[in-house]
């Protein structure tokens, strides 16, 4: 089976950068993805790391490392609008692709 | 360009009701899931369905079933609805292969009383 782990609620300062951690257990996967959800809204795809590293899109990084089952979420220079939840999510190697997700991190941005 | 659409957006079931919670995308996506979502329990997979004419079990899919009816198309039905599965449920799309996104629906929210 499939489980991730991460934090439940996070809070940083305007303007800081916050590390959002994910740690999981499968038995195969292709990679670690981030998603992004504002209340009431749908999830939306942030990040997929498919290697072991570092992948940098904007003020959002996404890290991983296969050897440790650990991968990360960074935000930079955070904003309020990034007041969300984020959710961590593996995509398997069987049972056709299908895509499981952590309990989600509540990030709260305060100025 | 629509992307995911689901139907209906709110409802309201009387315990023992039954219903199906159509959703479509036009994205030419071979993968389609259900999800639902619960206040702190993140998104939990019910069904999924690889390909058109394939459907398989999620982490929760006791009380659910589905049809691809076609490849834009995958419902989800509780055939007698329980206060238990009230609850934001998402539908979503995907390319078939390692490193797609999910795309998702707007969510449908269900009241069971």
């Known amino acids: 089976g499939q489980s991730l782990e991460q934090p439940s609620e996070v809070t940083a300062v305007e303007g800081a950068i916050v590390q959002i951690n994910c740690t999981y257990q499968?038995?195969?996967?292709?990679?670690l993805s981030w998603y992004q959800q504002h209340d009431g809204g749908a999830p939306t795809f942030l990040s997929y790391?498919?290697?072991?590293g570092l992948e940098e899109t904007g003020r959002f990084s996404s890290f991983l490392s296969r050897s440790d089952s650990y991968g990360y979420l960074l935000l930079q220079e955070l904003q309020m609008k990034d007041s969300a939840s984020y959710f961590c999510?593996?995509?398997?190697?069987?049972?056709?692709?299908?895509?499981?997700f952590g309990a989600g991190t509540r990030l709260f941005v305060k100025a | 360009n629509a992307g995911v659409t689901q139907t209906p957006k709110f409802q309201v079931l009387k315990t023992g009701q039954s219903m199906t919670l159509q959703c479509a995308q036009d994205?030419?996506?071979?993968?389609m899931y259900w999800y639902r979502q619960d206040p702190g329990m993140g998104l939990r997979l019910i069904y999924y369905?690889?390909?058109?004419?394939?459907?398989d079990k999620g982490e929760v899919p006791n009380g659910y079933n589905v049809s691809r009816l076609n490849k834009r198309e995958f419902s989800l039905r509780l055939e007698s609805a329980a206060p238990s599965q009230t609850s934001v449920y998402f539908c979503?799309?995907?390319?078939?292969?390692?490193?797609?996104?999910?795309?998702f629906g707007q969510g449908t929210r269900l009241t069971v009383v």
């Open positions: 499968t038995s195969g996967f292709y990679g």
């Open positions: 790391n498919a290697l072991d």
């Open positions: 999510a593996v995509r398997g190697r069987t049972g056709g692709f299908k895509t499981i």
């Open positions: 979503a799309s995907s390319r078939a292969g390692e490193n797609t996104e999910a795309f």
């Open positions: 994205m030419n996506h071979n993968s």
């Open positions: 369905s690889a390909s058109e004419g394939t459907t």
